[in-house]
């Protein structure tokens, strides 16, 4: 057991890191709900047979941050056995399929492109094509939302929309409530498109308390929503509606009825922020702290929640780790450049320092890699940050109020940046808070 020194902080948020990316493993994660076949050829999804009719199709597709690990299992598995298929995942990342009839594609995130469109238009045409003795194995993760799309709206207004979304502090519920009305695909379209085949959805969870309608904008999920829904957002936030949005949402709206021919499918969540935020604490308790997920279920605005996490820190008994799962928001007021976990947190150092936050370490994480366009996946902050930052002459407090979190940390305290590069999965945002016994805390 390593000993529980304020000295080594680094060497137990890396190792909480690693432990929450490993259970969050998104080629893992398929290959715990997918089974070979047996010898009469059928395999198990999540314990429900998927037999393949010898006239039957099988189709895969995978989309999101993590569609290209998610796609490797089940080729792994699956083999020959899948007629064809798309992997669609996030421009900049890499890598191939090993089966001739899967094509792969990259596409535009956080806001969809052409790239998005035409990836959205293959989607669609092959799901279309789907009958009754075929089957759709749908694999999706966090990122879908822009990755595939087949907007109502000219794509120019499409990404206006989605930016001004973004940028308004709303949660990934409600914005995901907007893009659903809007596009072909999200809400239940593509399930629509799919005919009478039984889909099969596999969902890594990137949206907070799992909601199945709303991780990627729910593709394959009938929604309950409807016009008003998506109109009551845009009033909150006071973001301008698109001209003819009721006649849009009227023109595409179809049955919520469930389609297939012996049911739905199965959807199952084979990963979530739980999962990843409960290996860590196992991995603090292997470091000897005494460890507990407090949530996962974490929502609220960036900064506050910084200062939620920072009062949390002061109040833990010396040797305690606690855990917290979930997403923030932002709400854009100035022009800086950050992300919402280094937004949190900045917020943190802010109030540890003004309570003499000594011992107290607070380190957040993106799961995904990508803290906004930062290049970080989060950042670890004390007591002593704004210290540290105040001494080269930096401002911390101007720079949270200007949106600025990534210059406190890159200018003042590149060290205490958390830079992973793309992982490969998503299940959103984790805060992990350290309480250091004071003699191991240097003067």
Not at 9 to 38: F, N
Not at 79 to 90: D, L, N, Q, T
Not at 98 to 118: C, G, N, R
């Amino acid at each position: 057991m390593m000993k529980r020194d304020f000295n080594h902080h680094r060497h137990h948020i890396d190792q909480l890191i690693q432990a929450a990316l490993d259970a969050a493993d998104p080629y893992q994660a398929v290959k715990r709900v997918l089974t070979p076949a047996d010898q009469n050829g059928t395999f198990l999804i999540n314990n429900q047979a998927l037999q393949i009719g010898p006239n039957g199709r099988l189709i895969l597709i995978a989309c999101g941050k993590a569609a290209l690990p998610m796609a490797h299992a089940a080729v792994e598995v699956l083999g020959e056995r899948i007629h064809s298929g798309a992997v669609v995942s996030k421009k900049g990342q890499q890598g191939t399929i090993a089966h001739p009839k899967i094509q792969v594609l990259f596409a535009a995130h956080p806001v969809a492109d052409e790239s998005s469109v035409t990836a959205g238009k293959l989607v669609f045409e092959m799901v279309s094509d789907l009958g009754p003795e075929d089957t759709l194995l749908f694999l999706i993760s966090g990122g879908a939302s822009a990755l595939i799309s087949r907007p109502l709206l000219p794509l120019d207004e499409w990404q206006t929309l989605n930016e001004q979304l973004l940028a308004s502090g709303c949660t990934i519920q409600e914005l995901n409530t907007v893009r659903q009305q809007l596009d072909q695909i999200k809400g239940g379209g593509l399930r629509e498109a799919a005919g009478s085949a039984w889909i099969f959805t596999l969902i890594l969870s990137d949206v907070v308390g799992n909601p199945l309608d709303k991780i990627g904008s729910g593709p394959t999920i009938p929604i309950q929503q409807n016009a008003a829904d998506a109109l009551a957002v845009l009033e909150r936030y006071g973001i301008p509606m698109p001209v003819g949005l009721a006649e849009l949402v009227s023109a595409r709206r179809f049955s919520p009825q469930t389609s297939g021919k012996n049911g739905p499918g199965e959807t199952v969540i084979v990963g979530d922020v739980r999962l990843a935020g409960e290996a860590a604490v196992r991995q603090a308790r292997e470091l000897g702290f005494d460890a507990e997920m407090l949530t996962w279920h974490l929502e609220g605005e960036a900064r506050e929640i910084g200062r939620f996490a920072a009062a949390l820190a002061r109040s833990a008994t010396p040797g305690r780790c606690w855990v917290l799962g979930g997403e923030s928001t932002v709400t854009l007021r100035g022009d800086g450049l950050g992300g919402r976990n280094l937004e949190i947190a900045l917020a943190a150092a802010l109030a540890l320092e003004e309570a003499d936050g000594e011992g107290v370490i607070v380190a957040t994480l993106a799961t995904d890699g990508d803290d906004g366009p930062t290049g970080a996946a989060g950042g670890i902050v004390s007591g002593r940050s704004v210290t540290i930052a105040a001494a080269q002459g930096g401002d911390p407090a101007e720079l949270l109020a200007n949106n600025n979190s990534f210059h406190f940390f890159s200018r003042y305290l590149p060290d205490d940046l958390i830079i992973t590069g793309q992982t490969g999965t998503n299940v959103n945002d984790l805060i992990f808070i350290l309480k250091y016994p004071p003699q191991t805390i240097d003067s």
